[in-house]
């Protein structure tokens, strides 16, 4: 489609606020044009929020005032009307709350401990105390930081960076491969703790917990006395260190643990004290806006909390549902409720490896699937659930991803999962792969579904013969005592080094079959 305006062409905006401003177009590409505005400031836009006229913004105001009046018809708390918002309501809903009872509604306390992965190895080998310190791959592999110290933070390292751009950043950084076995551990020793404070506990991830205190602390002064002791036993009983928010709802929380990070605390009693704290701030500040629904905002002229509550319509319009949670979290308002974590809420079990060099043998591929299965098998023993499905995963050298499933009656049975995964791989495109990964998903504990029929529990000793007579087969084109070694295979990462031991044997393996080959032929 056309450009509607020229570089050079004058166009007017409203802006945050419901300014209306004058800006000069400089280019257009992409579906989006870059203007400036007259105090050199600028900006990327749709066409639709430009206008040639400021008559034209007149007709679209009042198109919105009638927007905005259908809405807060629809939704009455959603009332656009500056005068009284919704924090003002909410907060005096609470202080009313507080008065009347003497007690918050809500006291939330989210804990999340400080560079997690990298504390617990530093804690492991006081020689790596102080360190910059960089867990996920090593430098000279293919992947990704996982976390790194604060002393690595300084030269703008962070999670997920690629572990290449890490090592241009932080040279003399030491680099290790994470222990997640060992950090599961750890979590469940910091559950011990944690859970002694709480009515209720969602966790997030390993580290990182909402813990509902409301009935058991009752007032914000006591919710900080736990914290400190939280804080106290972590250090004393596992030598870790952890940051925490107290809070009158969740995000709230969450906003706190980091406000004071590391080591921290930080209280954000009310939804007043919340709103004041991140009203200038980024829309990225916000609890589910991440990069992409921030460049979104930012391309509609909203940057900041403030610009959400002056454009609550605008921004319901953009996102939707999404939208309207915002409108209200800019507000403060969030009375989500603490809701314990329960195994059978994950949504699967997988086990995937990238390669340190890509496959193409997909009879070597057959082989990982073997032990893959067997991992995918352990973990979901170890949560007590079973899977209704088998989730097949690849990505190819060029990057593409693809997954195919196939349902299966409840099970968890390594042999069940790579008989499916076995039919599945034979069904995609035989070209070069990066990753390949196995999972069960639609989980349940099958004493939800069903009991256990006396035939169910013949066939669950008969389980895994087919993998059985695999492994013996491994065993011998490998060299490696598979069968009498799967503890120490499945913990932390020897998984991933005993399929990288076997890729490299079979590259050298299939390598001299080939050369032997021409070796007869030369002496025939
Ligand atoms: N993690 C990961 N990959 C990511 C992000 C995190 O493997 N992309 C792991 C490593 C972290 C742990 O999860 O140690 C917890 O994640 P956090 O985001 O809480 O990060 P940290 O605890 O490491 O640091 P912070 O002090 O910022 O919380
Ligand atoms: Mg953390």
Redesign the pocket.
């Given at each position: 489609m056309a450009a509607k305006y020229r570089p050079g062409d004058t166009v007017y905006i409203i802006s945050a606020g419901n300014r209306i401003e004058e800006a000069v177009v400089l280019k257009y590409a992409g579906g989006f044009y870059t203007i400036r505005f007259a105090d050199g400031g600028g900006t990327k836009l749709r066409e639709n929020r430009l206008f040639l006229k400021r008559e034209d913004i007149d007709k679209e105001t009042e198109k919105r005032r009638n927007i905005n009046n259908a809405l807060s018809l629809r939704r009455p708390s959603m009332a656009f009307d500056k005068e009284k918002t919704d924090t003002d309501t909410a907060v005096s809903a609470v202080k009313q709350e507080t008065e009347r009872t003497g007690k918050p509604e809500q006291i939330i306390i989210h804990v999340?401990?400080?560079?997690?992965?990298?504390s617990v190895e530093a804690r492991d080998n006081p020689s790596l105390k102080g360190k910059p310190l960089i867990i996920g791959s090593l430098p000279s592999e293919r992947g990704v930081v996982?976390?790194c110290s604060y002393e690595a933070r300084k030269y703008g390292v962070h999670?997920?960076m690629n572990i290449k751009e890490a090592y241009r950043l932080c040279p003399h950084g030491i680099y290790m491969h994470g222990n997640h076995e060992k950090y599961k551990r750890v979590s469940e020793q910091l559950h011990q703790i944690w859970n002694a404070y709480a009515s209720k506990s969602e966790y997030l991830?390993?580290?990182?917990a909402y813990l509902d205190v409301t009935d058991t602390a009752v007032t914000f002064e006591k919710a900080c006395e736990f914290a400190k002791i939280i804080k106290k036993r972590t250090k004393d009983e596992l030598h870790l260190n952890c940051s925490i928010g107290g809070a009158y709802s969740k995000t709230a929380a969450k906003t706190a643990s980091e406000e004071k990070?590391?080591d921290g605390y930080y209280e954000i009693p009310t939804p007043e004290d919340y709103v004041n704290l991140i009203i200038d701030r980024d829309v990225r500040v916000l609890y589910t806006v991440g990069s992409k629904t921030a460049a979104k905002l930012h391309s509609e002229g909203i940057h900041t909390v403030r610009d959400i509550q002056n454009n609550q319509e605008k921004v319901a319009e953009l996102l939707g549902k999404q939208g309207w949670w915002l409108t209200r979290l800019a507000r403060g308002i969030d009375d989500s409720k603490v809701t314990p974590y329960k195994p059978e809420d994950a949504k699967s079990i997988s086990r995937e490896i990238t390669f340190q060099e890509n496959v193409n043998d997909f009879s070597f591929l057959k082989d990982v699937l073997v032990l893959l299965a067997i991992s995918v098998e352990r973990r979901a023993q170890r949560s007590g659930l079973f899977g209704k499905g088998v989730t097949l995963k690849i990505t190819y050298a060029d990057m593409k991803s693809i997954t195919r499933s196939k349902t299966i009656e409840s099970s968890r049975s390594a042999d069940k999962i790579y008989e499916q995964a076995l039919l599945l791989l034979d069904r995609v495109p035989h070209k070069t792969i990066r990753l390949i990964g196995v999972g069960i998903h639609s989980l349940s504990s099958r004493e939800d579904d069903k009991q256990l029929s006396f035939a169910d529990l013949l066939s669950e000793q008969d389980e895994n013969k087919i993998l059985d007579a695999r492994l013996d087969a491994m065993n011998k084109s490998y060299g490696l005592d598979f069968k009498n070694n799967l503890d120490k295979i499945f913990s932390g990462e020897t998984l991933y080094k005993t399929i990288e031991y076997m890729r490299k044997k079979n590259k050298s393996v299939s390598y001299k079959t080939k050369t032997g080959g021409l070796h007869e032929r030369n002496k025939g």
């Open positions: 999340d401990m400080d560079a997690f992965y990298a996982a976390t999670s997920a991830a390993l580290d990182e990070k590391p």
